[in-house]
């Protein structure tokens, strides 16, 4: 499975945007979908995720903000932003694992796209 993420910018604080990831190779909708973000100096913490089923998760830093969803057409993820703060402002890695046994474990997931980074301006 390969993953392209896209999306990132610099966008004001309060603003949106909307980051993708398309998936090449495997069954996408038997995929679990998960984004991630890591700071620099820091360990990659889970943002959001999206099961087989359609069900999602997210961090308590981003729930009610942050919107996970999936076209199984398009083969792609996507990760609506709103209200975006100034410590949003991180690469942003989309990821994807056939068996998931713990949704927000970094390690949990084997496939991972390239990053996008997510600037937001005070």
């Known amino acids: 499975v390969q993953l392209q993420a896209s999306g990132g910018g610099l966008v004001q604080a309060g603003g949106s945007l909307r980051l993708s990831c398309a998936a090449s190779g495997g069954t996408f909708s038997r995929l679990f979908m998960g984004w991630f973000r890591q700071a620099p100096g820091k360990e990659r913490e889970f943002v959001a995720t999206i099961s087989r089923s359609f069900s999602t998760a997210y961090a308590d830093a981003v729930k009610g903000r942050f919107t996970i969803s999936r076209d199984n057409d398009k083969k792609t993820v996507y990760l609506q932003m709103n209200s975006l703060r100034p410590e949003d402002t991180v690469v942003y890695y989309c990821?994807?694992?056939?068996?998931?046994?713990?949704?927000?474990?970094?390690?949990?997931?084997?496939?991972w796209g390239q990053g996008t980074q997510v600037t937001v301006s005070s």
């Open positions: 990821a994807a694992e056939p068996v998931i046994y713990s949704v927000e474990t970094v390690s949990d997931y084997r496939y």
